[in-house]
């Protein structure tokens, strides 16, 4: 167990529809990561935080957004939805921002299925 | 541009057997971490070992070793006297200096058997 939790664990719905992926971090961690994992595009990142506020940005749609809350978790809101975004999303955190030894350790994961 | 090179879709190993799984990175910052994920059939992504660009000696975690070769950019994960448990994908992901993404390899697939 990482300690990053996620919720929900699976979601299935439908096109055009809208979701939130919801991520607690680690005790003590500060940055929040969103990963999208498919199985054409692999592992990309697409959004991190530190201490609420947004840090750096990877290929994530306009459709899809996100905020770190100042508990320091972090919401991932995805809109419109399309077939192509069925995919596995996980959050991740670490310590602080950056840094060569700043571990990512990752949650459980959302696996989102839409239909 | 930074990229994670995983030449290897999937290997076989038997149970108690020592595997490396290959990893190759290119990146032109002199200051970078290199990462191993493993990844079960359950999906969760699990930390097994870190070496950074200038650590002078391999990384090692219990059972899991990282053979680390600076001129040829490689990073290859060895896992000692594999377990049926070891079945899964395994990641390669580096974080260069000044970014805060990690970047992935395509992963490779490890299945261990009796």
């Known amino acids: 167990d990482s300690g990053v939790t996620q919720t929900p664990k699976h979601l299935i719905t439908a096109t055009g529809q809208r979701v939130t992926l919801r991520c607690s971090p680690r005790?003590?961690?500060?940055?929040v990561y969103w990963y999208q994992q498919s199985l054409d595009q692999g592992l990309q990142f697409l959004i991190q935080?530190?201490?609420?506020?947004?840090?750096a940005k990877g290929n994530i749609l306009e459709r899809f957004s996100a905020q770190q809350f100042p508990d320091l978790h972090s919401e991932l809101n995805l809109s419109s939805l399309e077939l192509g975004d069925s995919a596995l999303y996980f959050c991740?955190?670490?310590?602080?921002?950056?840094?060569?030894?700043?571990?990512?350790?990752f949650g459980p994961g959302t696996r989102l299925t839409v239909l | 541009a930074q990229k994670i090179t995983q030449t290897q879709p999937g290997m076989f190993v038997q149970e108690k057997e020592a595997v490396t799984l290959d990893c190759t990175y290119d990146?032109?910052?002199?200051?970078?971490?290199l990462f191993w994920y493993k990844q079960p059939s359950s999906g969760e992504m699990i930390f097994l070992i870190y070496?950074?660009?200038?650590?002078?000696q391999n990384a090692t975690e219990g059972r899991y070793s990282l053979n680390f070769q600076k001129a040829r950019k490689s990073a290859n994960l060895v896992i000692s006297a594999s377990q049926l448990g070891d079945s899964a994908m395994y990641f390669c992901?580096?974080?260069?200096?000044?970014?805060?993404?990690?970047?992935f390899g395509t992963g490779t697939r490890l299945q261990v058997f009796p």
């Open positions: 992901a580096m974080l260069a200096y000044n970014t805060d993404k990690l970047i």
């Open positions: 070496q950074g660009s200038y650590d002078q």
């Open positions: 935080y530190y201490n609420g506020e947004e840090r």
């Open positions: 991740a955190s670490s310590v602080m921002s950056g840094g060569l030894t700043d571990t990512q350790y």
């Open positions: 005790s003590g961690d500060l940055s």
């Open positions: 990146t032109s910052d002199p200051s970078y971490g």
